[in-house]
């Protein structure tokens, strides 16, 4: 049955999910159109076959941004509901988190079979003719944009330069071209004074009109024997209009699909499957085939046939000391040669072993592959959704960070898995399965900790105590209070302040906190300090009775105390074995030492500055008084 709680958590997570979703899709698209940017550009493609291209890219990346999404939708949300106490709500109506993420969970579930059938069915299709269409742009000419004042390469066997060029009118001046469609020992250089160029109605050949030029040409020697010179190295022709027809197909022609057919991105689990068998099957035929062959031309049939080869092996030095010189050179190029020709002829073999090899791990990634992606959906749902709980941050801040922070990780454990996968170094298995099998733990004990209230996740927590281990606190503000119950005892607080005083120009002149500390005493030799931890305490006791006065002059003068750390200039740990154990760790030793010398110093002038404001406000309480 359906609850109430049901459609609130569904709708904070479908609003959310639908504009992760098109982000995600969105990001990837132009990923996907920088990596074939050269095809694009300076096609002159049309808005249709620009249009093809786009929806066949996004079907193909539905199933790439369906996890990506999840995750970020299941941070934002669960955190969102985190951050606005939405969870506390219904965790204090007795409702566990894994029941709030029960009908997600079902959505995502749904998700997740959506994203496979889109690999098996929609996907290998949208993928065939993405992979055609990117083919028939690679081989589409250039659209011819001729720019000024630097050499044009794209029209095949021409060179052209245009000084300037009228937009309005297609009219270009100052020309110069250099032409080798007859080959470079037969180059021509035709300068002009003006010209236009156009596209034939069919897009099949460009038309170059030219005025006022000329034309030169290299003759080669033959060429110059027939005219019955040996002075003139060129041929050199003044026209007053000339005309080029140039062979330059732009348009458009898609690529057969039927050509790429084979590809494993084209194909679905069954024909995926067949495929892998029949490869199978043929390399164990090449094997068998090979093996036979070889047992033929290296293994003796018998055993009869054995031991002679054996005793004609044992004669071999024999036999060749006894043959002539040329003839002993002639044996030997001829065994060179033949080991030659096998060791060709092995290679090759290799090769094709590794060819049909390769074609089977392509295609068993694909199959993996399809299962993979569709159960990191509900992988992804498990770790952003009781880390949003978690960490109870909303909006597209710290989740959209974490989330591409996990997204890359998985990424990289995926890619790098695959292609040791595809190279044969792994098993493909544990290949193609390595980032699920780091996903799915992380998602259990996300869920376990976010399920039982866990603060392993509580940034603020960590953030406070790296303040601590760095010395880093607030300033001290006192306020000054609405409403006072009770007065503040300045009589006993002046005789506080003075005893503090005291306490404190006994412990800086005894203890001189502003040399280095002892490492040996440090970490082998225990201390307490008893009396630090009584001025800390008697300060803030001044500080808690002298808060509720109503002069402004002693709330500013109780700013001036100092909050103490009563121990951090001590040994860093209360258990002696583990002070002597980082005392031991040299450069961890070092770094504690260099903490706690930082702490001395700033015991010491917090107690100067105690000194000092103790003296203020004395004044001020005795005149007071």
């Given at each position: 049955m359906i609850k109430k709680i049901d459609i609130f958590v569904l709708k904070k997570f479908l609003l959310i999910f639908t504009g992760s979703f098109f982000i995600t899709i969105f990001?990837?698209?132009?990923?996907?159109?920088?990596?074939?940017?050269?095809?694009?550009?300076?096609?002159?493609?049309?808005?249709?076959?620009?249009?093809?291209?786009?929806?066949?890219?996004t079907l193909t990346l539905v199933s790439s941004s369906l996890p990506l999404a999840v995750l970020l939708a299941s941070l934002i949300s669960f955190g969102n509901m985190g951050e606005q106490l939405e969870l506390l709500a219904m965790k204090a109506a007795g409702i566990p988190l894994l029941r709030i993420m029960a009908?997600?969970?079902?959505?995502?579930?749904?998700?997740?079979?959506?994203?496979?059938?889109?690999?098996?069915?929609?996907?290998?299709?949208?993928?065939?003719?993405?992979?055609a269409l990117v083919l028939s742009m690679k081989q589409t000419s250039p659209a011819l944009e001729i720019p000024e004042g630097?050499?044009?390469?794209?029209?095949?066997?021409?060179?052209?330069f245009v000084e300037k060029k009228n937009v309005s009118t297609g009219k270009l001046y100052n020309i110069m071209i250099y032409k080798t469609d007859q080959g470079f020992d037969r180059a021509q250089i035709v300068v002009a004074d003006s010209g236009r160029m156009e596209?034939?109605?069919?897009?099949?050949?460009?038309?170059?009109?030219?005025?006022?030029?000329?034309?030169?040409?290299?003759?080669?020697?033959?060429?110059?024997?027939?005219?019955?010179?040996?002075?003139?190295?060129?041929?050199?022709?003044?026209?007053?209009y000339k005309r080029f027809i140039i062979d330059f197909d732009?348009?458009?022609?898609?690529?057969?699909?039927?050509?790429?057919?084979?590809?494993?991105?084209?194909?679905?689990?069954?024909?995926?499957?067949?495929?892998?068998?029949?490869?199978?099957?043929?390399?164990?035929?090449?094997?068998?085939?090979?093996?036979?062959?070889?047992?033929?031309?290296?293994?003796?049939?018998?055993?009869?046939?054995?031991?002679?080869?054996v005793e004609r092996v044992l004669a071999f030095d024999s036999v060749m000391a006894s043959l002539p010189a040329d003839v002993r050179n002639r044996v030997v190029e001829t065994a060179r040669t033949n080991v030659s020709t096998l060791a060709a002829e092995v290679e090759w073999k290799g090769?094709?072993?590794?060819?049909?090899?390769?074609?089977?791990?392509?295609?068993?990634?694909?199959?993996?592959?399809?299962?993979?992606?569709?159960?990191?959906?509900?992988?992804?749902?498990?770790?952003?959704?009781?880390?949003?709980?978690?960490?109870?941050?909303?909006?597209?801040?710290?989740p959209a960070v974490i989330s591409v922070i996990i997204f890359i990780i998985y990424y990289v454990i995926n890619t790098s898995g695959m292609k040791m996968a595809r190279d044969g170094s792994w098993n493909m298995v544990y290949g193609m399965w390595v980032s699920t099998g780091i996903l799915l733990?992380?998602?259990?004990?996300?869920?376990?900790?976010?399920?039982?209230?866990?603060?392993v996740f509580n940034f603020d927590l960590y953030s406070a105590l790296l303040k601590r281990f760095l010395g880093i606190r607030s300033k001290r503000n006192v306020f000054r209070k609405e409403v006072i119950i009770e007065d503040p005892d300045y009589e006993g607080d002046v005789e506080r302040l003075k005893a503090l005083k005291k306490k404190c120009i006994a412990y800086v002149s005894e203890k001189r906190l502003h040399i280095a500390p002892n490492y040996l005493t440090l970490f082998f030799g225990h201390e307490t300090d008893h009396l630090v931890e009584n001025i800390a305490v008697e300060t803030e006791a001044i500080v808690e009775d002298l808060s509720n006065s109503k002069d402004a002059k002693v709330l500013h003068g109780i700013e001036g105390l100092p909050q103490i750390y009563a121990k951090a200039h001590l040994s860093p740990f209360e258990n002696k074995n583990v002070n002597v154990a980082f005392g031991i760790i040299f450069p961890l030793g070092i770094v504690l030492w260099l903490r706690i010398w930082f702490f001395r110093l700033r015991l010491y002038r917090d107690l100067k500055q105690t000194i000092k404001s103790a003296d203020y406000l004395l004044t001020l309480l005795e005149k007071g008084s």
């Open positions: 990001v990837f698209m132009m990923q996907f159109t920088w990596r074939y940017v050269d095809e694009l550009i300076g096609k002159g493609l049309t808005l249709e076959v620009l249009a093809e291209f786009y929806w066949f890219m009908p997600i969970f079902v959505l995502v579930t749904g998700m997740a079979v959506t994203s496979f059938y889109f690999q098996n069915k929609i996907s290998p299709e949208a993928k065939l003719k993405l992979e630097v050499f044009y390469n794209g029209v095949p066997g021409f060179s052209l596209v034939t109605d069919d897009r099949m050949h460009l038309v170059l009109d030219i005025w006022d030029g000329e034309q030169f040409e290299n003759l080669q020697a033959k060429d110059m024997q027939a005219m019955g010179t040996t002075n003139q190295p060129y041929d050199r022709e003044t026209f007053r732009s348009n458009f022609e898609k690529l057969d699909e039927e050509q790429l057919r084979n590809m494993a991105t084209a194909k679905n689990l069954t024909e995926l499957r067949n495929s892998v068998d029949s490869a199978n099957a043929q390399l164990d035929s090449m094997g068998r085939s090979y093996y036979e062959e070889a047992k033929v031309r290296f293994f003796p049939a018998s055993r009869l046939k054995a031991k002679k080869h090769v094709v072993v590794g060819d049909s090899e390769r074609f089977v791990r392509r295609h068993e990634i694909a199959w993996h592959e399809k299962f993979t992606l569709s159960l990191a959906c509900l992988l992804f749902f498990f770790v952003g959704a009781p880390l949003g709980a978690i960490i109870r941050k909303g909006g597209l801040g710290m733990p992380l998602g259990v004990f996300l869920t376990y900790k976010a399920n039982s209230d866990s603060v």
